[in-house]
Every structure is written in C-alpha cells, then in structure tokens.
C-alpha cells in the first residue's frame, strides 16, 4: 500500500540573485565618478559674502569661465579688500597678465566663450569693482559675469 504524501511535489522557493558582478559593476561606477568629477583646484584666501540677485541664470560652459574674487583677506578679518586670482592674492595691475595667461591655457573654441566671473563680496566699494572691469576691457575680457544667489 502507498502512503499518501509520498509523491508530493516539493515547493520551489525563488532562486538566488547572483551578486558575483556586483563588486564589479561598483568599482566601474566609482572609477567612472573620479575620473568625470573635477575638484576644485582654488584654496580660496578671500571671504566674500554673494549678494542677491533676481536675474539670476547658471552659468554653462565651465571649461571657459575664469573666476576673480574681490574680498577681505581670510586671515584679515576688518583688512582692506583684495583680489585673488586663481591661488593668489593680486592687484589690478595684474589682472591683464593673468587674463592673457589663463586664455593662452584654453582651446580655439574656449577662448571665444571666454566669461569672467566676478565673484565679490556685497560690501566691496564700486570704484574697485570699476578698477577690475576697466583692466578686463584692457585685456579684451568683454563678457563678464557676476556671481549671485537666488532671492
């Protein structure tokens, strides 16, 4: 005589989602992001406090934007303002030279998109910020930007 409950078929659970790719697939994504990722390369030795704006649109392109800040020194907190261009701190006489140098650095089509961000604290006097954009007309710096947050 046969039993009953001999012959039943076993339930199939779901089977096992292989993970053996897994550690792959993540080193790809992660090697992926550092090579695409741009650090940024500029200690910043000036405080500036970004004034408010209403028009404000982000810029596109960043292999062509050169920056300039026009603040007071990190270290200084009641000193006079000053420019930093790039990793150091400058004056208006250098700013031609260093538009000639950063240009010389940027391909055919990046020196034609070529914008000057000009990234100042809000308290900064007109008559510097006047200074900086006649030594940017000097060096044929004609579009220039300035930086903002939203309101």
């Given at each position: 005589m046969i039993q009953r409950g001999t012959f039943?078929?076993?339930?199939?659970?779901?089977p096992m989602l292989n993970t053996s790719s897994l550690p792959d697939l993540i080193f790809t994504v992660l090697f992926f992001f550092?090579?695409?990722?741009?650090m940024r390369d500029i200690e910043l030795k000036v405080r500036?406090?970004?004034p408010q704006g209403t028009e404000v649109r982000k810029l596109g392109h960043k292999a062509s934007v050169v920056n300039v800040y026009?603040?007071?020194?990190?270290?200084?907190?009641?000193?006079?303002?000053?420019i930093q261009l790039n990793n150091r701190l400058a004056t208006v006489d250098d700013?031609?030279?260093?538009?000639?140098?950063?240009?010389a650095l940027m391909s055919a089509d990046d020196q034609?998109?070529?914008?000057?961000?000009?990234?100042?604290?809000?308290?900064?006097?007109m008559g510097l910020v006047a200074d900086v954009?006649?030594?940017?007309?000097?060096?044929?710096?004609?579009?220039?930007?300035?930086?903002?947050?939203?309101?």
């Open positions: 039943r078929r076993q339930r199939q659970g779901m550092m090579i695409v990722t741009h500036y406090q970004v026009i603040g007071r020194p990190a270290d200084q907190p009641d000193g006079d303002f000053c700013i031609r030279q260093f538009i000639d140098e950063e240009r034609a998109r070529m914008t000057v961000s000009l990234k100042a604290d809000r308290d900064v006097p954009k006649h030594a940017l007309q000097q060096s044929y710096a004609l579009k220039i930007n300035y930086a903002a947050t939203e309101k």
